[in-house]
């Protein structure tokens, strides 16, 4: 049973337009959630997390929303950039816990 | 400051030869988790070591695959003999105490 989930395998945005990335994870017990960017042929990259006591977390460009009630993760990228293109991978984890559960991906797809 | 590096990058075997794959963390890091990710689904936990102690391998798939991190430096992950179900990508990351993971790019193993 998938703990974290991805629902949208894909997803084509406009240049200059805004990104959203969506995760839904059904473990009440994970607090700490974090978003990975993937280029082919290259291991996840670290773009942003957020812990249970926030509801949101901002970096430039990418703001993080959770909203625990509804067990539910959002990634907002504003303005989307042809060079965003990527797999998006949500991941979660509990206190006690160093091990990442991650969802299956989303391909975001930037269009010039 | 150097990431975490993997080798091979790449590894054709036959199914019941023996393979080993080396991670070098990042400097400093006690924290190396290998993890690997099968056929473009999600990327699954394997297991976590804390400088040269295993702390969780609660996601070895079976007593084929054997993990080291002698002096809690570099770590090796052996697969022993190979099937064809054990191909896919093996990504192995690094991490300070509480902070988020930094990921190598990964191994591609093909079993043939």
């Known amino acids: 049973d998938q703990q974290v989930k991805q629902n949208s395998p894909s997803l084509s945005v406009q240049e200059g337009r805004i990104s959203i990335l969506n995760c839904d994870y059904t473990n009440s017990m994970f607090d700490y959630f974090l978003w990975y960017k993937k280029y082919p042929a290259e291991g996840p990259t670290f773009l942003i997390s957020i812990s249970s006591i926030k509801d949101k977390n901002e970096d430039g460009r990418f703001t993080v929303f959770l909203n625990k009630s509804a067990k539910h993760l959002s990634l907002h990228i504003v303005p989307s950039q042809p060079g965003d293109s990527a797999v998006y991978f949500c991941a979660a984890s509990h206190s006690g816990t160093y091990k990442y559960i991650f969802g299956t991906g989303t391909r975001l797809k930037v269009l010039a | 400051e150097a990431g975490v590096t993997q080798f091979p990058s790449h590894s054709v075997i036959e199914k019941g030869q023996t393979v080993t794959l080396r991670c070098d963390p990042i400097?400093?890091?006690?924290?190396l988790y290998w993890y690997r990710r099968v056929m473009g689904k999600e990327i699954k936990f394997l297991l976590h070591?804390?400088?040269?102690?295993?702390?969780?391998e609660s996601g070895m798939p079976n007593n084929r695959f054997l993990a080291e991190r002698t002096g809690g430096t570099y770590s090796t992950l052996k697969v022993q003999p190979a099937e064809l179900e054990d191909s896919g990508v093996y990504f192995c990351?690094?991490?300070?105490?509480?902070?988020?993971?930094?990921f190598g790019q990964g191994t591609r193993l093909t079993v043939v």
């Open positions: 400097s400093g890091h006690d924290n």
């Open positions: 070591f804390v400088k040269e102690s295993k702390q969780d």
């Open positions: 990351a690094s991490s300070r105490t509480n902070t988020e993971a930094f």
